[in-house]
């Protein structure tokens, strides 16, 4: 027997209820950025290893586009690479990343190195990105969902960052400030375009897996950057406070 | 200019000394275990995570098997595929580990079904597979040669269970003394190839890289296992304790 798929309603706020209980703003380190609590230290590993994520975004649009047959589908998830790598001379948000590195006192060139990223980061990013070139085109769009519940998150943020650091500023936070508008047209559309496209029972599963999928790799870089840096047992080879300070 | 290798003997110390400086019987959780201080559930973790890397060891070398066009190197690989798989009807690393599951008081279909998994597990075990397929052949073999450590670990670690644990017996603990075997003769050949075919400076460059990024791998599990059931912080999903128990 083939089970139905659930009516598009239904299947919304089964996406949605993943987000209200696995999305990583109920991650203990989120708590913590936001109230104030993390020390300039545990800001700066999070700047270093964020930015890991950050710049593996782009190469993971471009992989869902290498796999994805349809040209109209395609020409619209390209401005998703424009909006992260930016133009030739400015913009971006790599670029505003770098500007919170720059503002929470890190050297931008060592943070864009990568050197000092913990190798617990790049295998949850790094399997984030193979999924989107591997996995069924339903569940590589799926995965990017998690902007569903991305603004909140950032307006969080930006309060909190503004409310508690001195390095907060309508400039370093810029990044996040930007995501505020450019997230949810991305998010109309996939979502959209996953409610549609999801006319089994099985696609339906398919995509809540793959959005799981994706809060377990937000949740396990936020997992081993506590372990790291608040219970303080950073790996071998990884930043260690004091390393790749700027130099004003 | 292009650097000269350095001597076999010289390449092979700075293999040796990546192991004295980042293999994982260095970690916090491998002492912890070894001296008696791991708690039932604490065990039963390892035993659960570790589970996902033994069962992906066969896959990681048919990995291997499946880009070596040799067939000589082919067919020497070949034996580790057995030694982990056993036959159709017994024997085999996996079925070993079962035992020790089994040992440790946890339903091996629970354990074998990889349920309660941490994403952080996967995404560090799938890495290393997918690094085995894709590197360059030398750098691929050059990451099984964690092997060279590990007779040390597997002796300290027989002994610290028996000594420590009412669940070590013979039985529950064949897995490692198997390995004791094993490993030699399989590290025997991979070093001896490694130090041979590594003719260039960039060979041994990729070799040690490819060696410590396996370390990463090993140490990146343990971080994980440690956030989770020592600090007491498991992901959203994975294994909590008293699930996955064996009805006797």
Redesign the interface.
């Known amino acids: 027997m083939t089970l139905q798929p659930a009516s598009r309603e239904i299947f919304h706020a089964r996406l949605r209820q993943i987000g209200a209980?696995?999305y990583h703003d109920k991650h203990?380190f989120h708590h913590r950025l936001h109230k104030g609590d993390c020390t300039l230290d545990q800001v700066q590993a999070w700047v270093i290893n964020r930015w890991y994520y950050q710049a593996s975004i782009p190469m993971k649009d471009a992989a869902f586009m290498s796999r994805c047959t349809d040209p109209q589908l395609r020409r619209i998830w390209r401005s998703r690479i424009a909006d992260h790598d930016g133009d030739l001379e400015a913009g971006g948000g790599i670029r505003r990343w770098l500007k919170l590195a720059q503002g929470v006192g890190l050297d931008p060139d060592y943070v864009a190195s990568g050197q000092g990223v913990?190798?617990?980061t790049?295998?949850?990013v790094?399997?984030y990105v193979?999924f989107v070139r591997d996995a069924p085109l339903i569940a590589a769009m799926a995965s990017s969902l998690t902007e569903m519940f991305a603004p909140a998150i950032h307006e969080q943020r930006i309060r909190g960052l503004l409310e508690h650091y001195a390095f907060a500023t309508d400039e370093t936070l810029a990044y996040f400030s930007q995501r505020l508008s450019e997230a949810p047209k991305d998010v109309t559309f996939t979502l959209d375009w996953v409610l549609v496209h999801a006319t089994t029972a099985a696609d339906q599963d398919a995509a809540a897996a793959a959005l799981?999928?994706k809060?377990?790799?937000l949740?396990?870089l936020l997992?081993?950057l506590?372990?790291?840096y608040v219970?303080g047992?950073a790996?071998?080879?990884a930043w260690q406070p004091g390393q790749g300070q700027l130099i004003r």
Do not use: E, K, L, S
Request: proline share 14%; no cysteine.
């Open positions: 209980t696995r203990p913990m190798p617990a790049r295998f949850a790094d399997a193979r799981t999928f809060t377990d790799v949740w396990a997992d081993a506590w372990h790291g219970t047992d790996p071998p080879g």
